[in-house]
């Protein structure tokens, strides 16, 4: 995730900012730059890696001045290099600017702004922004700022500085966080609390739609529309390690609750109607027509992700479609078949087992598509086509956020190619779509609605907590959720969990369930949903404790369990991007009843990059 920190005040910007950045470093980045406004003129230093690079240029050359903004980047629009690193500035110089989220009509915005003669000297998204801004100065950077945004969708936060007025710097939220911190004649921002607490805990958290005009003295809030806004500031008391987990406890459960913003973010500027965009993704029409198998490879949560692409895109397409593990399927001698397609499923992008497996398929013939977080992974450079998960740095071993990203992917994936095929019908493409679009607001209703799922998980994690063996069952989508689930459990909580599907029972694992044996059971999919109502009876009747993750509007789950653990109504489909929070939540508070280490579970590695 991008940091921002920007600085007006008496003392030299540059170390101040740099200070910051180092403090927002925990979100992880891959560049990071300054620029200092002053005499009028402005000087940027900036290069692609960490902050040791952008260190090492200001040591050679610092710039001299008491105004500057900066930025750590992870990039989301074009590599990690030095061009692409904020701040950005336009052809005159006079202006720069850094930038958090995503412009979501950048592409035309800068073929308008090419069209009319500009350059542009970077692959961002931001850069349009600050050619928008030159282009609308006419004396006030504040009014320059509220014309360019007018023109720009999407979820960002914003900073810029004018050579013009090298008293006041200018910041836009939308979306993006953006914190203003108060010293004694001097003013700080930043896209963090941690950038802000060497200084100050005399905070303003601004709201989405604000406008601050901050010079040393103190700043001016508007809403983009003009109208004045007040808010009483904070008094921050959390140290900096509380300040970068957001005030939760644990780096997963900020992670998991970052999701409707992650969803959001997954979609954003690649849904038009049900027209899907995919920017990096650039096979053609007659490739798409021709494709007649579809691989998914990946290790872990990835895996799972990919499990339930596997059922989604099989049945949404009709064709044959196969999920397998990395770390099997490189070993294995497959039959690639000419007209197919690869789905290398990764956080990281960096996992040898995928990498390997990966690169495999591709020698033989298939078209690869990495499905990755992290722009310029090893997966990306030897992929045909990339779609980006846009999940942000996660942190916790435990994959929460990343998870959700993928099945976002793949549905955009589906959705994309079910229509180039003609076996979505308008009306059944527009429907997805709009339930695709409505997933953000109902993955945040599902973590914050009162009396809700997190307080649910916690108590039923007090049950769990010191049980020895745990089942998760479902069936098809809801299989491959249950996976997920058990995974979850058992790498933080250490507890024994598995998961199967729901009709596998019966052939075995049964003999296991006795009076007590707590089951966890998904259950979403309406045309197997009494199947699975048959599977719960033949676990209830051997004395089963059940839990069940079902839809709001079910009623008839709670005859056959004994706690429900609700999520709102989509389209079956969709299901398992809302379905999996609760069982995140559940191994999080399961872990922590048991008093366990959560981010870092014992012998667990974020990215197994070695065999
Ligand atoms: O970076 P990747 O997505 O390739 O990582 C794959 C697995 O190692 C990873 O998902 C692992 O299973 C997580 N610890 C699960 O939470």
């Not at 061009?83 to 800068?110: M, S």
């Not at 033989?364 to 992290?374: F, M, Y």
Request: charged share 25%; glycine share 8%; hydrophobic share 40%.
């Amino acid at each position: 995730m991008c940091g921002i920190m920007g600085y007006v005040g008496p003392r030299p910007a540059s170390p101040i900012i740099l200070q910051g950045l180092e403090r927002l470093e925990y979100r992880g980045y891959d560049s990071a730059g300054v620029a200092v406004a002053d005499g009028g003129v402005i000087e940027i230093r900036k290069s692609a890696g960490k902050l040791d690079r952008l260190r090492q240029k200001l040591d050679e050359s610092e710039p001299a001045g008491h105004i500057g903004i900066g930025h750590t980047r992870w990039a989301t629009h074009g590599p990690p290099t030095d061009e692409n690193a904020h701040p950005h500035t336009d052809p005159t110089e006079k202006f720069a600017i850094v930038h958090n989220g995503i412009i979501e009509n950048y592409f035309e915005l800068r073929e308008e702004l090419r069209a009319s003669g500009r350059e542009f000297a970077s692959d961002t998204d931001t850069e349009v922004l600050v050619h928008l801004i030159a282009d609308e100065y006419d004396g006030d950077l504040a009014e320059a700022i509220r014309a360019a945004v007018k023109r720009a969708t999407g979820a960002y936060a914003l900073v810029a500085v004018t050579a013009h007025e090298p008293d006041t710097m200018v910041a836009v939220r939308m979306i993006r966080p953006l914190v203003i911190g108060f010293g004694q004649g001097e003013t700080f921002l930043a896209s963090g609390i941690p950038a802000l607490l060497d200084h100050t805990r005399d905070v303003l958290v601004m709201e989405d739609g604000e406008l601050a005009t901050i010079s040393a003295a103190g700043i001016i809030l508007e809403k983009l529309d003009g109208t004045p806004v007040e808010r009483d500031h904070l008094d921050i008391d959390w140290d900096v390690e509380q300040a970068e987990k957001g005030g939760y406890a644990h780096f997963m459960l900020k992670e998991i609750f970052e999701q409707p913003r992650v969803v959001a973010d997954s979609l954003l500027g690649r849904l038009d109607g049900s027209a899907v965009t995919l920017e990096d993704v650039k096979w053609d029409s007659d490739f798409e027509q021709s494709l007649e198998k579809i691989w998914i490879t990946a290790c872990g949560t990835a895996f799972h992700a990919g499990l339930a692409g596997k059922e989604m895109l099989e049945g949404l397409l009709r064709i044959p479609t196969e999920a397998v593990y990395a770390h099997e399927l490189r070993y294995r001698d497959p039959i690639v078949e000419p007209n197919s397609l690869t789905l290398a499923i990764s956080q990281s992008g960096e996992t040898a087992d995928t990498l390997a497996a990966a690169r495999l398929l591709h020698e033989r013939g298939s078209r690869l598509v990495a499905i990755t977080n992290v722009v310029g992974s090893a997966l990306t450079h030897y992929s045909d086509d990339v779609v980006y998960t846009r999940a942000g740095l996660e942190i916790s071993v435990a994959s929460t956020k990343a998870y959700t990203a993928m099945l976002v992917a793949q549905y955009l994936v589906a959705l994309r190619l079910g229509q180039s095929r003609g076996v979505l019908d308008t009306a059944r493409a527009s429907e997805v779509a709009a339930a695709l679009e409505a997933l953000p607001s109902q993955v945040e209703s599902l973590l914050t609605r009162e009396a809700g799922i997190d307080e649910m998980s916690r108590y039923l994690a007090t049950q769990l907590s010191d049980e020895n063996d745990i089942y998760f069952i479902g069936r098809g989508l809801d299989y491959a959720v249950a996976t997920e689930g058990s995974l979850k459990l058992k790498e933080i909580s250490y507890l024994h969990s598995e998961a199967m599907p729901a009709g596998e029972l019966k052939h075995g694992t049964l003999a296991l369930i006795t009076q007590g044996t707590p089951v966890i059971v998904v259950n979403t999919q309406a045309h197997v949903y009494d199947k699975t109502i048959s599977a719960l009876q033949e676990v209830k009747a051997r004395g089963a404790s059940v839990i069940a993750v079902a839809y709001d509007d079910d009623s008839e789950i709670e005859h056959y369990t004994d706690h429900v653990l609700r999520i709102p109504r989509t389209m079956d489909l969709l299901s398992p991007v809302l379905s999996i929070v609760p069982l995140q939540l559940l191994a999080y508070h399961v872990a922590d009843a048991r008093g366990l280490e959560i981010d870092q579970p014992r012998n667990l590695a974020k990215s197994v990059t070695v065999e």
